[in-house]
């Protein structure tokens, strides 16, 4: 299947509906028993999250999704760990000998989709990773329909859906609760915090330019003796009226500690 690329385009349409969510009242004590569960395990999820330098909670709402939070399952499709997965996709974890523990499996699944190598998890990209995981089927054959892995028993989603691999139903609705409803109301109570955008280092020196380098050059330049070229090249001198306004270098600055 097509990947659809992430864009700032994209990045917005996550922003908006995620800030309209709004969780179908019907469901309320169904979505605080998921979330009750998922918190109650965050010990493992946080196992492996910490190996791959993403979200715990990315990790614990594909759990649910893809397994219904059974810890003797595959996290890739559900299957049973007591054997390599046979549905799609099929044959993982390709090696060592099942039976497989949970985090094995899950670590499989995690570097097979690549999701190691995401350097930053705003709020956008997170839902992002979390459509891709399941498919992009809805977004590229089915646009009317937002896909119920993230939206459903949300104001977002009503119906149709996937019945099986390529198989589509307009009638169909989604059963589980969308991944991103369950986001939603784990901010909600506080047990997490999810950043809307992603966030790049202020005082951070660099051999070339960076973003926002040059509102840091525009806010030094305020002060009497300070003549920087506005560039966004957060170099030595840059790091030199830090070092004179602040008493530290820039971070990375060879010269710090």
């Not at 070229?229 to 790091?239: A, F, K, L, M, Q």
């Amino acid at each position: 299947m097509p990947k659809v690329n992430y864009s700032p385009k994209l990045a917005e349409e996550y922003l908006r509906l995620y800030r309209t969510c709004a969780a179908s009242p019907a469901r309320f004590d169904a979505i605080d028993r998921l979330v009750e569960r998922l918190l109650e395990h965050r010990g493992r999820y946080e196992t492996v999250a910490s190996e791959l330098k993403m979200p715990w909670y990315f990790v614990a709402a594909v759990h649910n999704m893809e397994s219904s939070q059974d810890f003797t399952k595959h996290l890739h499709n559900g299957d049973p760990l007591t054997e390599r997965t046979v549905h799609v996709p099929a044959g993982r974890p390709r090696r060592g000998t099942p039976p497989f523990t949970w985090e094995e499996s899950a670590l499989d699944a995690l570097k097979m989709r690549g999701l190691g190598r995401v350097k930053a998890w705003p709020l956008p990209r997170l839902l992002y990773e979390l459509e891709g995981y399941n498919g992009w089927g809805y977004r590229l054959y089915h646009p009317h329909v937002l896909s119920p892995y993230l939206w459903s028993w949300s104001n977002h989603y009503h119906g149709g859906k996937y019945t099986a691999d390529g198989r589509w139903s307009d009638t169909a609705v989604s059963k589980q609760c969308g991944a991103a409803v369950l986001l939603h109301r784990m901010e909600e109570i506080g047990a997490i915090r999810l950043a809307e955008k992603e966030e790049t280092p202020f005082f951070v020196y660099a051999d070339g330019p960076l973003p926002r380098a040059d509102e840091l050059q525009r806010f030094l330049n305020r002060f009497p003796g300070i003549a920087l070229r506005v560039d966004g090249w957060p170099g030595r001198r840059t790091s030199d009226a830090v070092h004179r306004l602040f008493g530290f270098y820039l971070r990375g600055d060879p010269r710090e500690g």
